[in-house]
């Protein structure tokens, strides 16, 4: 190599460890055509001393036949290493370098321009803590800064560096670099708050680079190398959330039982407490193996292997927590999709969707919008084609655990994979659990000329040959109050009497008409829609319906009043404090078997102010509360006394 010979009396060992524990910073350099990235990284590595002298003797040799420089060293060529990429000038795939400061080491992605590689470059920056984005002083921004800057902003990289390159052909002209760094400053507004730098370069010159430019004496900031040398990136890592996705269950012998993954967020240490998701079952660390030995202390984003105190049930795409993590546990998810292949997406097809160490089928139930990469607006859209960029609507078979792709980039991000090709076709990023669809209370039907067939049995026959008036009963209430017992109990008594109800009992309907519904607060209240939707059939059929459903929202139960009819809707709320309902159903409080979050402890429970009947079902018992339910419809008409 170029760099100064070590002197023999130096300590090996010691000065091996002193580079083993420098910070590593990784960066990706990305922006259009010709601006300059594989140059500014050539240079980097030049200037920094990093080259072998073989292989720049080969460089040196093939500028003359490939390079854009005349007879004169090319930089570009140390990074553009295919044959086809050499010919045509350009980078194809993602070119991974490495080089070393006496502060930093460094890893660099040096990605491709063309618009054709986006997946390329989208992969590049997926581990990046920095972005460097080129734009050539001649030209300006281009469609390809924006579209660099926002999917590099959507990966949640935090630091920009806006390189400003060939300033020698604009006679490193001041005002040049001003107006193009206003320019992209009245675009970046429109994105998400990040730390940005400017730098006016001449990669190819070696201004600005690692060495001062003598000709931009108007510009008194850091080199590019003095600026990655001390931006604060130790700052982004998150270590307050425990994140510890299971990649490989760990069993050599009959005595040995580990769990190995990559921490992605937080610390953890010998004597901590854990929970398992999506199982919920907890137990306390034992050991934390390394191949160096044991730890005392570990944290992200360090590969380990932990033992537990417990013999649980851990397998890969399990994650361990915090027993009061809150990380989301879910098949229903809101996210932002950068599609990379020339079939478009579709919704409504199949696709493995890999999230972690965890790969379970999924499909795209809805495209929300596309997004302009130009502009940033959004637009509604039926599909996304190559390099496009849209909000969708994703539901997977098995439930996922996951951050927000904000909070955490390991936990947040997803791959999509073509069943059949087995290609990448496009990175996701996690908004948050999905809507779910609870919007659609307001929702109207898909088509204009839908009409309700009129029955040919009017209301009055219904009553006379069935001796009862239509309703829905809502029996509300905490979990564990009695809510089914209630419900059915109350069926049967119907029936004795010579009536005809019908109990909507809401885990029954989640497991059919509503079993892609999970348990936010959207996709509860999308359940009661469904599930009064029916209620409003039965009635209209004569019959009387008896809904069995926590409705923790006022405003939900207001909806479904709304959608049945108030004249037929009458809501019994059960009123068990929790402490009642948490020795009656102990493991959904908190138990091992907890999965979901629960109403009146993870969100509020809004008790009804305005109910036809409250009851205290702990006190009254099953009995008692179907006697008064009956009295109730007695006075109020619906049935005979």
């Not at 050991?287 to 649980?312: H, N």
């Not at 067939?453 to 905490?478: F, M, N």
């Not at 059939?537 to 108030?566: H, K, M, Q, W, Y």
């Not at 036809?612 to 079902?617: E, G, T």
């Amino acid at each position: 190599m170029t760099t100064t010979p070590i002197d023999p009396a130096v300590d090996i060992v010691g000065y091996l460890k002193q580079h083993e524990h420098k910070e590593l910073l990784r960066f990706i350099t990305c922006g259009s055509v010709d601006d300059g990235k594989s140059t500014l990284i050539g240079r980097l590595l030049y200037d920094s001393k990093m080259i072998f002298e073989d292989q720049l003797a080969a460089v040196k040799k093939d500028s003359a036949r490939f390079g854009t420089t005349g007879d004169d060293f090319d930089p570009a060529l140390l990074t553009d290493g295919l044959r086809a990429e050499r010919e045509q000038g350009i980078t194809i795939d993602v070119a991974y370098r490495y080089f070393t400061t006496p502060i930093r080491k460094f890893i660099i992605a040096d990605t491709p321009g063309h618009e054709q590689y986006t997946r390329n470059m989208a992969t590049g920056a997926s581990t990046a803590d920095v972005a460097v984005l080129l734009i050539d002083a001649r030209h300006g921004i281009m469609t390809q800064t924006r579209r660099h800057s926002f999917i590099t902003s959507l990966l949640g990289i935090r630091h920009a560096v806006v390189a400003i390159n060939k300033m020698d052909l604009v006679d490193w002209d001041e005002a040049v670099f001003s107006r193009i760094r206003d320019d992209y400053l009245k675009f970046a507004s429109r994105l998400p708050e990040r730390d940005t730098t400017f730098i006016p370069m001449s990669a190819l010159k070696g201004a600005n680079v690692v060495n001062r430019g003598e000709r931009m004496d108007w510009y008194d900031g850091p080199t590019l190398i003095e600026h990655l040398e001390k931006v604060p990136v130790a700052a982004d890592r998150n270590l307050r959330d425990l994140r510890l996705p299971v990649q490989w269950v760990n069993r050599p012998n009959l005595d040995f039982r580990g769990f190995s993954g990559s921490l992605a967020a937080g610390v953890v240490r010998p004597g901590d407490e854990v929970m398992v998701l999506p199982s919920r079952k907890r137990s306390k660390v034992s050991r934390i193996v390394t191949f160096d030995g044991d730890l005392d202390r570990a944290q992200a984003p360090q590969a380990i292997t932990l033992t537990l105190e417990d013999e649980i049930d851990v397998s890969r795409g399990d994650m361990f927590v915090r027993p009061d993590s809150q990380i989301q546990v879910g098949t229903r998810i809101e996210a932002t999709l950068v599609w990379m292949h020339q079939d478009p997406l579709v919704a409504g097809r199949e696709y493995l969707i890999k999230h972690t160490s965890r790969k379970t089928p999924g499909v795209f139930a809805a495209i929300r919008n596309q997004i302009d990469v130009n502009t940033l607006e959004s637009s509604p859209a039926v599909a996304l084609g190559l390099n496009e960029i849209g909000k969708v609507q994703l539901v997977v078979n098995e439930p996922l655990c996951f951050d927000p792709y904000a909070r955490n980039r390991t936990t947040g991000a997803f791959i999509v994979i073509d069943r059949v090709t087995n290609i990448t076709v496009a990175a996701g990023m996690i908004d948050g659990p999905s809507t779910g669809g609870g919007e659609h209370w307001d929702t109207s039907p898909g088509s204009a000329t839908l009409a309700a067939q009129k029955s040919l049995v009017d209301a009055a026959a219904r009553r006379e040959r069935l001796r009862q008036s239509p309703a829905t009963i809502l029996v509300t209430g905490l979990s564990g109050s009695g809510k089914s017992d209630v419900a059915h109990a109350l069926e049967k008594r119907l029936f004795e009497r010579g009536n005809a109800s019908v109990v909507l009992d809401g885990q029954s309907m989640r497991k059919g008409l509503n079993r892609d519904l999970g348990f936010s607060a959207a996709e509860r209240s999308e359940n009661l829609r469904r599930s009064m939707e029916v209620a409003r059939l039965l009635n209209d059929a004569g019959l009387i319906a008896i809904g069995s459903f926590v409705a923790p929202e006022e405003a939900t139960r207001d909806r479904a009043r709304e959608l049945v009819g108030g004249d037929r809707f009458l809501v019994v709320h059960l009123d068990a404090p929790i402490e009642h309902c948490r020795a009656q159903l102990p493991d959904l409080y908190g138990g091992d078997a907890k999965s979901v979050a629960v109403p009146g402890v993870d969100f509020p429970y809004e008790a009804p102010t305005d109910a036809d009947l409250v009851l205290p079902s702990h006190e009254l018992g099953t009995e008692a509360c179907v006697d008064r339910i009956e009295a109730m419809l007695v006075e109020r008409g619906v049935i005979d006394t």
